[in-house]
């Protein structure tokens, strides 16, 4: 199948089977297809609602056209998630992931600069002093060595340059949002991921379940966010053993008090930056508190999702242990240090 018989059918409203969808996202990805028709099957996509075979097809051939990551680790963590839930937050999954490093889990992240929000994971790493280009080889090193990793899309991605000017010029969440969670260069096999829809969370889950993953939570809050919420409750679709249950959790289940997001939100990356370095550090000011509370509730999640934790309660529990003893603060600083050592070694 070629781009054009598949727009055809996803203007009428008509699913693509897994095999027509690696066809077509091939053509995409070497550079067959002009941006008009990547964006128009984009949003054709979109507007009827991508498959559970269309997300598996597309995820497929990203993952066989990334460079890998070999990281000599087990039960490697993810934390990336869709965003598209227009909320603003913090980056409350970059900040868990520097958590469960501090409580000794490995965290492969995957992410990218912002596209429909103020701050990606990458504009709030640069800001901290993060170097972004690292050797898939960097990566897996400080990985190893720090206990997280950055994987900047881009550089994993390359065949995604086919698609940066649509999706840039669109504006709008499209199903490469949902796409990046699931095509880590290192393989995760664990992971935490937002989503900006509840409706996603099942669907997924399923997805994941079919793409061999082991031990997966996919969330969405009751308040729209794709995160973990502190405000209201959050729906969860748990991929474990290759079963998978839905339920509810809120902030209470954890002993710790919901709140309001107010101050939570940002305007950059900057600010983004200032409010987790302050999270994990001091907490002077009730924002920094309550910021504090989210990103233990995420990490917890992760530490459970890499099975260091039996239980939810039991990883939100270690999270809170390794954030007041200040190591996770430690981590980010290790990381900006790790990666400025990594960028003299790739100059000429």
């Known amino acids: 199948m070629n781009i054009r018989e598949a727009l055809n059918r996803v203007v009428n409203h008509l699913d693509l ?4 969808m690696q066809a077509v996202m091939r053509e995409i990805m070497t550079g067959q297809c002009t941006d008009a028709q990547i964006g128009a099957f984009l949003m054709g996509l979109r507007m009827k609602s991508e498959s559970i075979d269309e997300i598996v097809g597309a995820a497929t051939v990203m993952r066989e056209l990334a ?10 963590v993810d934390t990336c998630g869709t965003g598209g839930d227009g ?34 994971s990458a504009d709030l790493l ?5 170097h972004l280009e690292l050797t898939p080889a960097q990566v897996a090193r400080c990985i190893e060595a720090v206990g997280v990793g950055f994987m900047f899309a881009p550089a994993h991605h390359g065949a995604m340059k086919h698609a940066i ?6 504006g709008l969440r499209t199903i490469f949002n949902m796409l990046g969670p699931m095509t880590n260069p290192a393989g995760v096999r664990h992971q935490v991921l937002g989503v900006f829809s509840q409706a996603l969370c099942l669907p997924l889950a399923q997805v994941l379940q079919r793409l061999g993953s082991e031990h997966v939570l996919v969330v969405h809050a009751q308040d729209g966010l794709d995160e973990i919420s502190l405000a209201a409750p959050t729906f969860v679709a748990e991929l474990q053993g290759g079963q998978i249950r839905e339920y509810r959790i809120q902030p209470e289940d954890f002993g710790i008090k919901s709140q309001s997001l107010i101050g939570l939100d940002v305007a950059d990356a900057r600010q983004s930056l200032a409010l987790i370095q302050d999270a994990l550090g001091k907490q002077s000011s009730e924002n920094a508190r309550k910021a504090a509370d989210m990103i233990v509730l995420n990490a917890g999640a992760a530490l459970y999702a890499a099975d260091q934790a ?13 954030l007041s003893s200040g190591l996770a603060r430690e981590k980010l600083a290790e990381l900006v240090s790790f990666t400025t050592v990594c960028k003299l070694e790739n100059q000429p």
């Open 17 to 20: 089977t897994t095999e027509e």
């Open 87 to 120: 909320m603003n937050i913090f980056n409350v999954s970059t900040a868990a992931a520097f958590v469960v490093a501090a409580a000794g889990g490995k965290v492969a992240k995957h992410g990218n600069r912002a596209v429909s929000g103020k701050s990606g």
């Open 165 to 170: 000017g649509p999706r840039r010029e669109m």
């Open 126 to 130: 640069e800001a901290a002093g993060v």
């Open 310 to 322: 039996n239980s939810l309660a039991e990883g939100v529990a270690l999270a809170q242990d390794a």
């Open 67 to 76: 460079a890998p990551v070999a990281v000599n680790a087990e039960r490697l």
